[in-house]
C-alpha cells in the first residue's frame, strides 16, 4: 500500500509564501509555510477559510469566492524558484480567473487536496453518493478503450504474420524434398547427357569430313532445339500462371465469404451517433460548469455562516464587535451579501441545502449521461470498425479478381504463343526430315536426344533455382518470427495493462480506503464500531446493444450489540464525527490511488469541529506522513492538542 512522503514525494520546495488580496474575507495579507503541517488556529469569522481558498486560487481551482465588496482579486504562491499568479474578475455575476496557476487541470486537487466542508469526496460519504464514479471521474476512460482498440488491431495484424509464417515454416520441409528429389534428377540427367555428348562425338569423328555437307541440317536442328526450348519455358509459364489464378481464386472465395459474414448495418446510424455523442458531450460540458458554479455557490453560502464578518463589506461592520457576538440564540441573523439585508440563519440553511439537492440531482444526470456517452462512443467505434474491415475486403477482393483477369490475359497470349511454336516445330521437323539422308539418320537421332536431354537439364535446373529462391526467402521471413513474437509479447502485456487498470485502479481505491480506514477506526479509538470498509460489486447494465459490467461502491458499516451480535448499520446512523472521519479518509484513498502528491504537494483541511481535539490531532499526524504540505485549519482549543513542533499561524 501507499507508503510515506518521503519515500514517494522529490524535490519538494521547502518552503512557501502566499499574498492574497480580496478572496473569500480578506483585504490583503501575505503569509509563509514551511513543508510539514502549518495549523491556522482562531476562532470563526478569522478568515482562516479564506486563506485556504487564497492557496487553492493560486494553484489553479476554481472553486473560491471574491470579497463581497471587491469585483477583483489575486493570489501569488512563491514555490522555490517559480511564482504562481492568479487574479479573479467578478464579471455578470460570475467569477473569472486569468493567469499563470500552479496547475493546468485542478480537477484531482478540487476532487483529492482541497478538502474544506464543501469537497465533494467528503459530501459523497455524507451524503451516500457514487463514490466509484467520484473516484474514477478522473479517468480518461474514453482514451483508455480507444488505446486498447489500437493495439488490438497491431496485434492482430502481427497475429496474421506469424500464422503466416507458421504457414511458411509448414511448406520448408515438402520444398526441401521437393529440391533433394530434383538435384537427384539433375544428377542423373547430367550422367545421361554426357553419356549421349560421348556417343555424339564418336559418331562426329566417323563423319568428320563431311560436315560441311551437313551444316544446314545442323543448324536446322539447333533452331528446332531452341523452338522446342522456348515451347517448353511457354507451357511452364502457362503451369505457373494457372497455378497462381486458381491460389487468387481461393483466396477470392475467402474474401467472399469473409464479406457476407461482416455486416453493415448501422452505417446508416453513423451521423446520427456522431450528433448525439456530441450534443451528449455539450450537456456534460454544461452540467459540470453547473456544479462548479453550485459548489462555488455553496461555498460562499457556506463560509457567509461560518465567518460572516469576513464577506461583509466594511459599511455593514457595526461597532459592537463581530457579528457572530451580535446574533442571540432567539433569532440568529445574516447581513444577505446580494441585497444587504438581514436573512435568517436558518433561510440560509435551508438554501444551502436546496442547492446541495440540486448539485447532486445534476451529479446524477451527468452520470447518467456519461453512461449514455460512453455507450454511444462503443457503438460507433463498433460500426466504424465493421465498416473498415468491410471496406479493406471489399479492396483486397476487387484486387484479386483484377489480378485473376490480368493473369487470364496473360495465358491467352502465351497459349497464342505455344500454339505458334507448335506450328513452328512441326514445320522445322518437316525440314529436318526432309534433309535427313540414310546415312545420316542415327547421327541425326543423337543429335534429338542431346537436344532433349539438355532440355530437361535446363528445366530441371531452373525447377531447383527457383525451389531455392523460395526456400531462402522463407528462411529469410522465419528470421523474423522471434521479433514478432516479441512485439507481441509487448502489445499483449499492453493490452492486459490498459484492459486491468481501470479495475485496478478501483481496487487500489478500495484497499487503500479500507485499510486507512481501519487503521485509523483503531487510532482515533472508534471502539463501538466494528468495521468500515467499502465493498467493490459488479452488475450487469445496458449500454446501446450490448450488455456491459458496471462496478459498484458500497460502503458497509457493521457494530456489535451489547450483547455481542454483530449486525450491519447505515451511514445515516453514524455519528457526525465518524461521517466526518469516512469521508476524510474516502478522499485521502483517492489522494493515493491518483498519486495527487505528484501532482499537487499541498492538502488542505477544514471544518474539523464535529471531531474531538484529540482525535484531530491523530488525523492530522496520520494525513502528515503522506502529505509534504498539510495546511488544516482549526479552532483555538482544537489547535491546542497539535503537536508543538507544527507551525502555527494565528494573524491572517
Not at 477559510?49 to 476554481?62: E, F, H, K, N
Not at 504562491?77 to 493546468?104: H, M, S
Not at 465533494?120 to 463514490?131: N, Q
Not at 551444316?215 to 533452331?223: P, R
Request: include cysteine; proline fraction near 1%.
Amino acid at each position: 500500500m501507499a507508503s510515506s512522503t518521503e519515500e514517494k514525494v522529490q524535490e519538494i520546495p521547502e518552503g512557501a509564501t502566499l499574498s492574497v488580496s480580496n478572496i473569500g474575507g480578506i483585504d490583503e495579507t501575505e503569509v509563509s509555510f514551511q513543508e510539514g503541517v502549518t495549523i491556522l488556529s482562531g476562532r470563526n469569522a478569522t478568515n482562516r477559510t479564506s486563506l485556504l481558498q487564497g492557496i487553492m486560487a493560486a494553484l489553479g481551482s476554481d472553486q473560491v469566492s471574491l470579497k463581497a465588496d471587491s469585483d477583483e482579486g489575486n493570489a501569488t504562491l512563491e514555490f522555490g524558484d517559480n511564482i504562481y499568479r492568479r487574479r479573479l474578475e467578478r464579471r455578470a455575476g460570475a467569477i473569472t480567473t486569468e493567469g499563470d496557476p500552479y496547475l493546468e487541470d485542478p480537477e484531482l486537487a478540487d476532487l483529492f487536496a482541497f478538502l474544506l466542508e464543501s469537497n465533494e469526496a467528503r459530501r459523497a460519504v455524507r451524503s451516500g453518493d457514487d463514490l466509484r464514479e467520484l473516484i474514477m471521474r478522473p479517468v480518461d476512460t474514453a482514451a483508455i478503450k480507444s488505446e486498447i482498440e489500437r493495439y488490438e488491431q497491431r496485434k492482430r495484424e502481427l497475429d496474421e504474420q506469424l500464422e503466416e509464417l507458421a504457414s511458411l515454416k509448414d511448406r520448408l520441409p515438402d520444398l526441401e524434398a521437393k529440391r533433394t528429389r530434383l538435384t537427384d534428377k539433375i544428377e542423373t540427367l547430367q550422367d545421361e547427357l554426357e553419356t549421349a555428348r560421348t556417343d555424339l562425338e564418336e559418331a562426329n569423328v566417323d563423319v568428320e569430313q563431311r560436315r560441311e555437307e551437313k551444316s544446314k541440317l545442323e543448324t536446322k536442328l539447333e533452331e528446332l532445339r531452341e523452338t522446342r526450348s522456348e515451347l517448353e519455358r511457354i507451357r511452364d509459364r502457362i503451369g505457373t500462371e494457372r497455378e497462381s489464378i486458381e491460389a487468387l481464386e481461393e483466396e477470392q472465395g475467402e474474401m467472399r465469404d469473409r464479406l457476407q459474414s461482416l455486416s453493415t448495418e448501422g452505417e446508416e446510424d453513423i451521423g446520427r451517433l456522431e450528433a448525439e455523442i456530441e450534443t451528449l458531450q455539450e450537456e456534460k460540458t454544461d452540467l459540470s460548469d453547473e456544479i462548479s458554479q453550485l459548489q462555488s455557490t455553496i461555498q460562499f453560502n457556506e463560509q457567509l455562516l461560518d465567518e460572516p464578518d469576513s464577506i461583509l463589506a466594511d459599511d455593514d461592520r457595526t461597532d459592537d464587535g463581530p457579528v457572530t457576538n451580535q446574533l442571540t440564540n432567539d433569532s440568529e441573523t445574516v447581513t444577505c451579501w446580494t441585497c444587504g439585508s438581514s436573512v435568517a440563519r436558518e433561510q440560509i440553511e435551508t438554501t444551502i441545502e436546496q442547492l446541495r439537492t440540486a448539485r447532486q440531482e445534476r451529479l446524477e444526470e451527468r452520470s447518467e449521461i456519461n453512461a449514455e456517452l460512453e455507450g454511444r462512443r462503443d457503438t460507433l467505434s463498433t460500426i466504424n470498425e465493421n465498416r473498415a474491415e468491410y471496406q479493406q475486403t471489399q479492396q483486397r477482393l476487387k484486387s484479386i479478381t483484377d489480378e485473376i483477369e490480368r493473369r487470364s490475359d496473360r495465358i491467352d497470349e502465351l497459349t497464342d504463343d505455344r500454339e505458334a511454336l507448335t506450328v513452328e516445330i512441326d514445320e522445322l521437323e518437316d525440314e529436318v526430315n526432309n534433309l535427313e539422308t540414310e546415312e545420316y539418320s542415327g547421327i541425326l537421332d543423337q543429335h534429338k536426344e542431346v537436344n532433349q536431354l539438355e532440355f530437361k537439364l535446363e528445366r530441371k535446373e531452373r525447377e531447383r533455382d527457383e525451389i531455392e529462391d523460395k526456400i531462402a526467402t522463407i528462411e529469410e521471413r522465419l528470421g523474423e518470427r522471434d521479433e514478432l513474437e516479441a512485439r507481441r509479447e509487448d502489445i499483449t502485456d499492453e493490452l492486459t495493462d490498459l484492459r486491468t487498470r481501470i479495475n485496478q485502479i478501483e481496487a487500489d481505491a478500495v484497499e487503500a480506503f479500507n485499510e486507512h480506514m481501519e487503521n485509523l477506526r483503531e487510532t482515533l479509538g472508534y471502539d463501538n464500531l466494528d468495521r468500515i470498509w467499502i465493498d467493490r460489486t459488479s452488475r450487469e447494465v445496458r449500454e446501446g446493444r450490448r450488455k456491459v459490467s458496471k462496478s459498484s461502491f458500497d460502503l458497509k458499516i457493521v457494530r456489535t450489540t451489547d450483547e455481542g451480535a454483530a449486525y450491519e448499520d447505515t451511514i445515516d446512523h453514524l455519528s457526525e464525527s465518524e461521517r466526518e472521519v469516512t469521508g476524510l479518509v474516502f478522499a485521502l484513498a483517492g489522494y493515493l490511488v491518483h498519486d495527487v502528491y505528484e501532482t499537487v504537494p499541498f492538502m488542505l483541511l477544514d471544518s474539523l469541529e464535529a471531531i474531538d481535539s484529540e482525535r484531530i490531532a491523530a488525523l492530522v499526524e496520520y494525513f502528515h506522513s503522506y502529505v509534504p504540505y498539510l495546511v488544516v485549519a482549526l479552532l483555538d482549543e482544537d489547535a491546542q492538542a497539535i503537536d508543538e513542533d507544527h507551525a502555527l499561524l494565528t494573524e491572517i
